[in-house]
Nanobody
Framework: QIEVVESGGGLVQAGDSVTLSCTIQ????????MGWFRQVLPGKEREGIS?????????YYSDSVKGRFTISRDNTKNTVILQMSMLTREDTATYYC???????????????WGQGTQVTVSS
């Protein structure tokens, strides 16, 4: 059984930085491209914003976060991290991690969702 736990969200001001963390158990973590998705509103599709290759050597960022967010992973801890900086109100969303089906645009999740972590950016 796969268990996904995201953490690190909260209420921040525009321009601030936040680091999200995700740990996944019950998965051969190091065999999967991992990534972060976000959902702006309930019911809207979750957008893949960043993915990282199995060994961490390659990354993908959507245009909306490129240059501001950094993804990393620690295969010894089954953990994937998203460092977010220069946050704007448009980054307000619920953030989820999952395995990505590709390392590029249009990435879809390959694993179940966790509960997500909310990031709210105030101006």
């Amino acid at each position: 059984q796969i268990e996904v736990v995201e953490s690190g969200g909260g209420l921040v001001q525009a321009g601030d930085s936040v680091t999200l963390s995700c740990t996944i158990q019950g998965l051969s973590f190091g065999r999967y491209i991992m990534g972060w998705f976000r959902q702006v509103l309930p019911g809207k599709e979750r957008e893949g914003i960043s993915c990282i290759s199995q060994n961490g050597s390659s990354t993908y960022y959507s245009d909306s976060v490129k240059g501001r967010f950094t993804i990393s992973r620690d295969n010894t801890k089954n953990t994937v991290i998203l460092q977010m900086s220069m946050l704007t109100r448009e980054d307000t969303a619920t953030y989820y991690c999952a395995a990505c089906d590709r390392l590029g645009p249009g990435a879809k999740p390959r694993t179940v969702w966790g509960q997500g972590t909310q990031v709210t950016v105030s101006s």
